[in-house]
Nanobody
Framework: QLQLVESGGGLVQPGGSLRLSCAAS????????IGWFRQAPGKEREGVSC????????YYADSVKGRFTISRDNAKNLVYLQMNSLKPEDTAIYYC????????????????????WGQGTQVTVSS
């Protein structure tokens, strides 16, 4: 069972930055497709970004393009979501997710079926 843990959330002012981390113990994340999702109160969960396993392709929702960057640090077994120029509408609980090994391939990784989810980390952007 893959266990994911997000960290790095917090309260920031508009225009500020945060870097979220997704960590896993024992399992090596570079074998997995990793997605970042967020959910605001009363709203549907939405895909924010993802990075594929096989070719390293990345995806960004239109709302975060140019502001967010997803990356892997394989030496530390971490996946990051660097969030810059944060806006109040970015306020949400952010989750990282991984699919099952070799379950998905090709296409946009944001459309993959993800099986393992972290507990979420709160990001609040407010002045």
């Amino acid at each position: 069972q893959l266990q994911l843990v997000e960290s790095g959330g917090g309260l920031v002012q508009p225009g500020g930055s945060l870097r979220l981390s997704c960590a896993a113990s024992k399992f090596t994340l570079d074998y997995y497709n990793i997605g970042w999702f967020r959910q605001a109160p009363g709203k549907e969960r939405e895909g924010v970004s993802c990075i594929s396993r096989s070719d390293g392709n990345t995806y960004y929702a239109d709302s975060v393009k140019g502001r967010f960057t997803i990356s892997r640090d394989n030496a530390k077994n971490l996946v990051y979501l660097q969030m810059n120029s944060l806006k109040p509408e970015d306020t949400a609980i952010y989750y990282c997710a991984a699919d099952s090994l070799f379950k998905n391939s090709g296409g946009d990784c944001i459309l993959y079926e993800y099986d393992y989810w972290g507990q979420g980390t709160q990001v609040t952007v407010s002045s």
